[in-house]
Nanobody, 115 residues
Framework: VQLVESGGGLVQPGGSLRLSCEAS????????INWFRQGPGKEREWVAT????????AYADAVKGRFTISRDNAKNTAYLQMRGLSREDTAVYYC?????????WGQGTQVTVSS
C-alpha cells in the first residue's frame, strides 16, 4: 500500500490549493480515503473523509464550506480542494486509508498560508 500526497505550497490568505493523494497497492475504489493535517505545535486532526463508491463525504467543522474532498477511482487518486485559506490552515496535510485492518499514511505535503 502506498499513498503519495502532492500539491502543497505557499499561498496567500484567501487563496486556494488542490491537494492530490495518489494510491497504489490496493483496490482504491473499495476503501474510504481520509485527509488529516498537523499544524505547528498541534496534534494531527481529521479534516475530511470520502467513502468508497458512491463517495459520500464528511468534513470537520473548521473546514466545512471551504474544503471539498473528491476522488477519481479511474486514476486511483483522491483530492482535497481548499478555498478561502487562512493562516490557521497552515499544516502538513496527510491522506490515509484503513486497508486490511491497517492504517496507511502518505508522507504528507506542506501547506503554508502566509502573506
Amino acid at each position: 500500500v502506498q499513498l503519495v500526497e502532492s500539491g502543497g505550497g505557499l499561498v496567500q490568505p484567501g487563496g486556494s490549493l488542490r491537494l492530490s493523494c495518489e494510491a497504489s497497492g490496493f483496490t482504491f475504489s473499495d476503501y474510504a480515503i481520509n485527509w488529516f493535517r498537523q499544524g505547528p505545535g498541534k496534534e494531527r486532526e481529521w479534516v475530511a473523509t470520502i467513502s468508497s463508491v458512491p463517495g459520500s463525504t464528511a468534513y470537520a467543522d473548521a473546514v466545512k464550506g471551504r474544503f471539498t474532498i473528491s476522488r477519481d477511482n479511474a486514476k486511483n487518486t483522491a483530492y482535497l480542494q481548499m478555498r478561502g485559506l487562512s493562516r490557521e490552515d497552515t499544516a502538513v496535510y496527510y491522506c490515509g486509508a484503513r486497508v486490511r485492518r491497517n492504517d496507511w499514511w502518505g508522507q504528507g505535503t506542506q501547506v503554508t498560508v502566509s502573506s
